[in-house]
């Protein structure tokens, strides 16, 4: 895949950044979830786990196909139509939309059932 980009390491590292840094950050989400949910059988393991995987998912999609690099090369190296490049930015848009939609779903709910079940009562 490296070798497909004009350029350098460095340009393909400064372009993925961000998605590289995500997805380090989830990575450990993943296994905290999955360390929680073997212990202590808490509910909000699951949908760390799943919320985690749907954006690991995601950005290993948006890296695969090249995202930032897609309108040129359909349009530039595959010689293909304004309105079918348009279209699959679209298409591509929207799946990144549900993905990140769908983990974010998956978040709120794991930190309600967090919150559910490590209320206490306190004393004031």
């Given at each position: 895949?490296?070798?497909?980009?004009?350029?350098?390491?460095?340009?393909?590292?400064?372009?993925?950044?961000?998605?590289?840094?995500?997805?380090?950050?989830?990575?450990?989400?993943?296994?905290?979830?999955?360390?929680?949910?073997?212990?202590?059988?808490?509910?909000?393991?699951?949908?760390?786990?799943?919320?985690?995987?749907?954006?690991?998912t995601?950005?290993?999609?948006?890296?695969?196909?090249?995202?930032?690099?897609?309108?040129?090369?359909?349009?530039?190296?595959?010689?293909?139509?304004?309105?079918?490049?348009?279209?699959?930015?679209?298409?591509?848009?929207?799946?990144?939309?549900?993905?990140?939609?769908?983990?974010?779903?998956?978040?709120?709910?794991?930190?309600y059932?967090?919150?559910?079940?490590?209320?206490?009562?306190?004393a004031?």
């Amino acid at each position: 895949m490296l070798n497909q980009i004009p350029g350098d390491l460095f340009s393909y590292l400064i372009t993925y950044s961000s998605n590289l840094l995500t997805m380090t950050f989830y990575i450990f989400i993943l296994v905290f979830a999955i360390l929680i949910f073997k212990r202590n059988s808490y509910n909000y393991g699951i949908t760390l786990i799943i919320s985690s995987i749907l954006i690991l998912t995601s950005n290993l999609i948006y890296m695969s196909v090249q995202y930032p690099y897609m309108a040129y090369r359909l349009e530039v190296e595959l010689g293909l139509p304004w309105s079918i490049v348009i279209l699959t930015i679209i298409t591509w848009n929207l799946v990144f939309l549900i993905l990140n939609s769908l983990s974010a779903i998956f978040l709120v709910v794991s930190i309600y059932l967090i919150y559910k079940t490590h209320r206490k009562d306190r004393a004031n």
